[in-house]
């Protein structure tokens, strides 16, 4: 795709992940009747805004993302407002800070699942159980028996042919069932060679599986769109032992930044809906689980400590619990930097 539709369906993207992770806080603030002072899409500075019931929702000028505003939740500040105020987040009990806190982590993982759904249900791309003659070497027995590329290969010698690794055996006569622009052909001999060129395989032919587009029916595209989303998890889990296991002649596993993001959804998108669907479930799932990581200036991060205050009797002030939160969201910052800046020797060689 070209830059400019790249960017717009990037930042869309983004904005529609984003803003159902932040509706998950929303809504359930307002279910626990703490205060929401702003709902909004995108970064400041403010373009629009309109005002309902004492909310601001707002339209800004950065288009990626955006954020909910609560009062009593001022993560990256040191003075914590609305103390006191019956509808800040910080009256309401610690189990209630929690569920919100949580909230846009599961409202992630609920899109993904949905998605997911959609993407298999609609059509996903799978083998079609139909082998196609990819290449035909020069001179070579197929070629002199009359096989050509993208003939479909039925069977060999009545064997059925479902993947494009077929046995044959050396200087003896093999029948083949080729069917050609969908119409069978009759039957076609050739004679395998003992000794051929390198890489061309006894017959001389290349074949490959057929891949199509493939529904599922709900109950099973729900279950395939749970598993895509566990692998997910368990490739994110085990990403930091990657990262610090000793690099082999192959590399270390690629971390992409929202450079790497931004070049693969323009080549995801050239593939169709379905496709797309499946990226926008992955990176739903990355987020909630990033997310959830106890790192300070994630919702991980806040949520462990509210559990230390709920569970284990254990508080900050919530100066210093401000504070330790913007450190983590500086240091969050840097990373992005870091991994950009990887994203961009990736992309120019480097």
Avoid: C
């Avoid at 009593?72 to 610690?94: L, N, R, Y």
């Avoid at 709920?310 to 401000?322: D, N, T």
Wanted: proline share 6%; glycine share 10%; charged share 15%.
């Amino acid at each position: 795709m070209d830059f400019l539709p790249t960017l717009i369906l990037f930042l869309l993207t983004f904005t529609v992940i984003i803003a159902v992770h932040e509706f998950g806080h929303y809504w359930t603030a307002r279910l626990l009747g703490m205060k929401v002072l702003e709902f909004a899409f995108g970064f400041p500075p403010r373009l629009a805004a309109i005002r309902h019931a004492g909310i601001d929702y707002s339209i800004n000028a950065i288009p990626f993302g955006g954020f909910v505003r609560i009062l009593g939740q001022d993560d990256f500040t040191i003075h914590q407002a609305g103390e006191g105020d019956v509808g800040s987040f910080t009256s309401k009990p610690w189990w209630a800070q929690a569920i919100v806190l949580a909230a846009g982590v599961t409202m992630n993982m609920v899109l993904a699942l949905v998605v997911l759904t959609i993407a298999f249900a609609t059509g996903t791309t799978a083998s079609t159980g139909d082998v196609r003659v990819r290449s035909v070497a020069t001179d070579s027995p197929a070629q002199k028996a009359g096989i050509q590329v993208g003939d479909i290969v039925r069977s060999i010698d009545g064997r059925q042919i479902m993947t494009s690794q077929a046995k044959l055996h050396p200087d003896r006569e093999v029948t083949l069932e080729i069917e050609r622009n969908g119409r069978p052909l009759a039957p076609i001999t050739a004679v395998p060679r003992a000794e051929p060129p390198e890489g061309e395989g006894p017959l001389g032919i290349g074949l490959e599986e057929v891949q199509g587009a493939k529904t599922l029916a709900l109950p099973d595209a729900f279950r395939e769109a749970v598993s895509l989303s566990g692998q997910v998890v368990v490739q994110i889990a085990e990403l930091p032992g990657q990262l610090l296991a000793p690099r082999t002649a192959t590399g270390g596993p690629t971390v992409g930044g929202p450079i790497e993001i931004f070049r693969i959804t323009g080549q995801v998108a050239q593939s169709g809906i379905p496709t797309f669907l499946k990226l926008v479930g992955v990176l739903s799932v990355n987020l909630a689980v990033l997310n959830i990581v106890p790192f300070p200036g994630l919702d991980g991060g806040r949520l462990f400590f509210v559990l230390l205050r709920g569970i284990f009797r254990v508080r900050l002030s919530p100066q210093a619990e401000a504070a330790i939160h913007a450190v983590g969201f500086v240091l969050l910052l840097l990373l992005l930097v870091v991994v950009s800046i990887a994203d961009i020797r990736r992309v120019v060689g480097g």
